[in-house]
């Protein structure tokens, strides 16, 4: 039974029973911009421990979605839960500190610096001085956690080196781990393997099946193959409407999920 | 050098971060003017509003650019202009005595060993910057909006308000130079800052500033005040017409530049860049 209750502050939200697992939940999410209608309603859920994959072709409102859930447009109608608590995000920065990170298609990062400065950009550790009214960046820190932290998922990197002196692949890792870092409750990856070469995309996809232990994943993409490849469960969005779920099984073939693009 | 260093610190934070600032020598003036025409009075009160007339012209660069869109070369462009128009009025086009005794010995006195406290003035600027530029989350941040403003802004950098902040600490570093430029003449007039024009925008690219930003250190912007300023005393001394001042800027100017140029195209390091052009 679903009930409304009104806190002391004035909020209402609507208490429903959270179902076992659910980690996100946006319920009939509406976009409007100007007179499209972007999405139409849609609703997902993201589980523990999974990859859930959002499929869809151009102009099909995958990437509008995933703004909404990361911050970056409010929807015109609809909720995000994330843990069976309703959020509001008026910017990126609201989503990041809920823990949701994002990896992108092109791996936002900062090409004058280095590794270890592009891993912590917008979160650089600070040392407390004078009771805290003064911080500054803690750049051995800085260096010591992402030499550690990418040399345990088998990248071995000079994080003082400027990153756009890295390879693709390399540099869509850092992204990667980068986001993993700070234990996220959930990752948006946003066609993070569209620029990438075969190998490199086989090498990052490892990763990520390695990572959905750690946080569940959303896989936003355009390609079929890659989805079919690492998704636990798959939804194809059609002019802002969900027009197929279901599990990935083995044998599942593009031809059979083309028609609902 | 205080004042071109000064000048040259603020602007040299706003070419980090991808933007530029044309109104300082405007905003000089006006700091200068507004000091000169609220004098007598409490010395207190005259370095205050002579600075809040510097943040408003801030504010305003910083809203037109970030708020409204337009870019920080066109907007302070209009805001030089205005601004220098505002100056004329104010001073009904003439020069205007600073009736102060105290505001000269804070900016422009001579106490440790004969030294103008102008110069303590630009090593505090100095160290300020580096210390915000390299060892604070802020100073990362701005490196960051230089660099990739979109992956930046992605990462949860409020880029906005970080290129908002540089338009008003560009202005108070012109206010404080207007302070200083009063001080050193006891006087304001109208256009008193045009010298500084060329050489505060040339000092941070000599430095190794880049014009699309995420680049630049304090330390070499405020070696390529000390290169320019040895070429203006340089001319000087030799006797030479002013106009070879100009002549000599504006060539290391290009030359900087061109050399940057090629470094960057070929993405090697200078000893590359020597074979590239004996090529």
Same mark, same amino acid.
């Given at each position: 039974?679903?009930?409304?209750?009104?806190?002391?502050?004035?909020? %209402?939200?609507?208490?429903?029973?959270?179902?076992?697992?659910?980690? $996100?939940?946006?319920?009939?999410?509406?976009?409007?911009?100007?007179?499209?209608?972007?999405?139409?309603?849609?609703?997902?859920?993201?589980?523990?421990?999974?990859?859930?994959?959002?499929?869809?072709?151009?102009?099909?409102?995958?990437?509008?979605?995933?703004?909404?859930?990361?911050?970056?447009?409010?929807?015109?109608?609809?909720?995000?839960?994330?843990?069976?608590?309703?959020?509001?995000?008026?910017?990126?920065?609201?989503?990041?500190?809920?823990?949701?990170?994002?990896?992108?298609?092109?791996?936002?990062?900062?090409?004058?610096?280095?590794?270890?400065?592009?891993?912590?950009?917008?979160?650089?550790?600070?040392?407390?001085?004078?009771?805290?009214?003064?911080?500054?960046?803690? =750049?051995?820190?800085?260096?010591?956690?992402?030499?550690?932290?990418?040399?345990?998922?088998?990248?071995?990197?000079?994080?003082?080196?400027?990153?756009?002196?890295?390879?693709?692949?390399?540099?869509?890792?850092?992204?990667?781990?980068?986001?993993?870092?700070?234990?996220?409750?959930?990752?948006?990856?946003?066609?993070?393997?569209? +620029?990438? %070469?075969?190998?490199?995309?086989?090498?990052?996809?490892?990763?990520?099946?390695?990572?959905?232990?750690?946080?569940?994943?959303?896989?936003?993409?355009?390609?079929?193959?890659?989805?079919?490849?690492?998704?636990?469960?798959?939804?194809?969005?059609?002019?802002?409407?969900?027009?197929?779920? %279901?599990?990935?099984?083995?044998?599942?073939?593009?031809? #059979?999920?083309?028609?609902?693009? | &050098?205080?004042?071109?260093?000064?000048?040259?610190?603020?602007?040299?934070?706003? $070419?980090?971060?991808?933007?530029?600032?044309?109104?300082?020598?405007?905003?000089?003036?006006?700091?200068?003017?507004?000091?000169?025409?609220?004098?007598?009075?409490?010395?207190?009160?005259?370095?205050?509003?002579?600075?809040?007339?510097?943040?408003?012209?801030?504010?305003?660069?910083?809203?037109?650019?970030?708020?409204?869109?337009?870019?920080?070369?066109?907007?302070?462009?209009?805001?030089?202009?205005?601004?220098?128009?505002?100056?004329?009025?104010?001073?009904?086009?003439?020069?205007?005595?600073?009736?102060?005794?105290?505001?000269?010995?804070?900016?422009?006195?001579?106490?440790?060993?004969?030294?103008?406290?102008?110069?303590?003035? &630009?090593?505090?600027?100095?160290?300020?910057?580096?210390?915000?530029?390299? =060892?604070?989350?802020?100073?990362?941040?701005?490196?960051?909006?230089?660099?990739?403003?979109?992956? %930046?802004?992605?990462?949860?950098?409020?880029?906005?308000?970080?290129?908002?902040?540089?338009?008003?600490?560009?202005?108070?570093?012109?206010?404080?130079?207007?302070?200083?430029?009063?001080?050193?003449?006891?006087?304001?007039?109208?256009?008193?800052? #045009?010298?500084?024009?060329?050489?505060?925008?040339?000092?941070?690219?000599?430095?190794?500033?880049?014009?699309?930003?995420?680049?630049?250190?304090?330390?070499?912007?405020?070696?390529?005040?000390?290169?320019?300023?040895?070429?203006?005393?340089?001319?000087?001394? $030799?006797?030479? #017409?002013?106009?070879?001042?100009?002549?000599? &800027?504006?060539?290391?100017?290009?030359? +900087?530049?061109?050399?940057?140029?090629?470094?960057?195209?070929?993405?090697?390091?200078?000893? #590359?860049?020597?074979?590239?052009?004996?090529?």
């Amino acid at each position: 039974m679903i009930r409304a209750i009104t806190l002391k502050s004035g909020k %209402s939200f609507l208490k429903k029973p959270a179902a076992p697992n659910v980690i $996100l939940e946006c319920r009939t999410i509406v976009k409007n911009f100007d007179h499209i209608q972007a999405l139409k309603g849609v609703s997902i859920e993201l589980r523990k421990g999974e990859i859930l994959g959002i499929i869809g072709d151009n102009g099909a409102g995958k990437s509008t979605l995933i703004k909404i859930i990361r911050g970056a447009y409010k929807p015109t109608s609809g909720e995000i839960y994330i843990e069976g608590e309703k959020k509001e995000f008026n910017s990126p920065r609201d989503a990041i500190r809920e823990g949701i990170q994002c990896v992108y298609q092109e791996s936002a990062l900062v090409e004058q610096l280095s590794v270890a400065e592009n891993f912590f950009i917008g979160q650089e550790p600070v040392k407390k001085y004078a009771n805290g009214l003064v911080n500054f960046v803690d =750049y051995k820190k800085m260096r010591s956690e992402t030499k550690k932290y990418l040399a345990r998922m088998g990248f071995h990197l000079n994080v003082r080196e400027e990153i756009r002196n890295f390879s693709g692949g390399e540099r869509q890792a850092v992204s990667v781990m980068r986001a993993l870092y700070f234990k996220p409750k959930i990752l948006l990856l946003d066609e993070p393997s569209t +620029a990438l %070469s075969e190998k490199a995309k086989r090498k990052l996809f490892t990763l990520f099946q390695k990572a959905k232990k750690i946080c569940p994943m959303i896989f936003v993409t355009h390609a079929l193959e890659d989805a079919i490849q690492i998704c636990d469960r798959l939804i194809i969005l059609k002019l802002g409407e969900i027009t197929f779920e %279901s599990k990935t099984r083995k044998g599942l073939r593009e031809e #059979e999920l083309l028609h609902y693009m | &050098m205080s004042i071109l260093a000064i000048l040259a610190i603020g602007i040299h934070f706003l $070419l980090v971060a991808g933007e530029i600032d044309i109104s300082f020598t405007s905003v000089l003036e006006l700091s200068a003017m507004v000091a000169a025409l609220s004098s007598p009075s409490n010395t207190f009160y005259i370095i205050l509003i002579s600075m809040l007339a510097a943040i408003t012209v801030g504010i305003i660069n910083g809203f037109f650019t970030v708020k409204v869109g337009i870019p920080s070369f066109l907007v302070t462009l209009g805001t030089f202009v205005g601004v220098q128009g505002i100056v004329f009025l104010i001073s009904n086009y003439r020069s205007v005595l600073l009736r102060d005794n105290l505001i000269p010995k804070i900016f422009y006195g001579r106490f440790v060993g004969g030294i103008a406290t102008a110069v303590f003035w &630009m090593i505090g600027v100095i160290i300020l910057a580096g210390i915000i530029l390299g =060892y604070t989350r802020f100073g990362r941040w701005v490196y960051g909006t230089g660099g990739n403003e979109r992956a %930046s802004g992605l990462m949860g950098i409020p880029t906005k308000r970080v290129k908002f902040t540089l338009f008003i600490i560009s202005s108070i570093m012109a206010g404080i130079a207007g302070l200083i430029v009063v001080s050193r003449s006891l006087s304001a007039r109208p256009l008193m800052g #045009e010298a500084y024009l060329m050489p505060v925008i040339a000092a941070p690219i000599l430095g190794g500033a880049l014009l699309t930003g995420g680049r630049g250190s304090v330390i070499r912007t405020a070696l390529g005040c000390l290169v320019l300023t040895t070429i203006i005393n340089g001319v000087n001394l $030799l006797g030479l #017409e002013p106009a070879y001042q100009s002549i000599f &800027m504006g060539s290391i100017l290009v030359g +900087a530049l061109s050399i940057r140029s090629v470094q960057q195209r070929e993405r090697k390091p200078f000893k #590359e860049m020597i074979k590239f052009v004996k090529r």
